[in-house]
């Protein structure tokens, strides 16, 4: 069973790699055919994006409380919900600190959750387990700092949120000279350990976070690295992805740990229809701002949930 969900997380990495290469290259085709300005392309492409991430995190009452009573679920729910709430709150309430507080909160748990990722893989086929500080910090920083200091982001926030623009306070040279110095001091210590495949990962995220629209670096981030890669290590946690390996079919393995987070994914958007509703503004103009308030507002339980998988992937 080892080796078939080393095929799969091999796979998954194959993918994740794909996507993002796939989506920097488009972006720069699209930029030069359509223009930078243009925000229908990049609406469309961080849509599907953020669409294929949402399911990732509607297993966590699974993966928490796998043989829990009806009730103790139901206060797990409730209490996962009403935290997602006061997030979508104080992001909406207070734009520019709880916007801050969102990305600190979500460079942390991305890096550590591909840290996790491959030190999971390290596992399954024997490698040396990679030290988290090698990794995390730039692969962290990268899908998030860097698209939100760039010269095309405050066209992009002043579509979304205007009161976003300067959210850096104009520390924009001093955030990407931090994140270039922890990229090359992290791609020496992998290289020094000769591993080249981890190096190639935090080159291809530089690549997305430099070349494409800031929304759709992170959205492609968020839906085609972060959250595949966190779903594949669900399928270790998931009865019928258990059974999928036994039987030497990793797909299904997948499958089984993406199909029950669907139902999530028309839920939010669902949500964010009604949240635009209420919060009278033009919905084309509002509705990428609003779903990305309400995946940031998630990534915090989600975030609170996934940090025991996390603690334990790392210190296998």
């Given at each position: 069973m080892s080796e078939t969900k080393?095929?799969?997380?091999?796979?998954?990495?194959?993918?994740?790699?794909a996507a993002v290469a796939i989506a920097t290259v488009l972006s720069l085709l699209f930029s030069q055919w359509l223009g930078t300005n243009s925000l229908g392309w990049q609406l469309v492409l961080a849509t599907i994006a953020l669409a294929i991430g949402i399911p990732h995190g509607a297993l966590d009452h699974l993966v928490t409380l796998p043989k829990a009573a009806p009730i103790r679920m139901a206060l797990f729910v409730v209490l996962y919900v009403a935290i997602a709430l006061l997030a979508i709150y104080a992001i909406l309430r207070w734009n520019v600190w709880g916007f801050i507080f969102v990305v600190l909160m979500s460079a942390t748990h991305f890096g550590i959750g591909d840290a996790a990722f491959l030190s999971e893989k390290d596992s399954l086929d024997g490698s040396s387990r990679i030290p988290a500080w090698f990794y995390a910090p730039a692969a962290g920083l990268l899908p998030i700092a860097i698209p939100l200091v760039n010269s095309r982001s405050t066209d992009a926030l002043e579509k979304v949120n205007p009161a976003l623009i300067n959210w850096h306070n104009g520390f924009t040279t001093e955030i990407l000279i931090l994140v270039a110095v922890v990229t090359t001091l992290s791609l020496l210590a992998l290289l020094q350990r000769k591993r080249y495949r981890d190096a190639l990962d935090i080159l291809l995220l530089a690549a997305l976070a430099s070349f494409?629209?800031?929304?759709?670096?992170?959205?492609?981030?968020?839906?085609?690295?972060?959250?595949?890669?966190h779903t594949d290590r669900l399928t270790s946690l998931l009865p019928n992805s258990e059974s999928a390996y036994l039987r030497?079919?990793?797909?299904?393995?997948?499958?089984?740990?993406?199909i029950p987070g669907l139902p999530a994914l028309a839920g939010t958007f669902i949500f964010v229809i009604v949240l635009a509703g209420f919060s009278q503004q033009d919905l084309s103009?509002?509705?990428?701002?609003?779903?990305?308030?309400?995946?940031?507002?998630?990534t915090v339980p989600h975030m609170i949930v996934t940090a025991k998988l996390d603690r334990a992937a790392l210190q296998k």
């Open positions: 080393l095929r799969l997380f091999n796979r998954v990495r194959t993918l994740s790699s494409a629209p800031p929304f759709v670096a992170f959205a492609v981030y968020f839906g085609c690295w972060h959250a595949m890669r030497g079919r990793p797909g299904q393995a997948f499958a089984a740990a993406v103009d509002k509705f990428l701002w609003l779903t990305l308030v309400t995946i940031w507002a998630l």
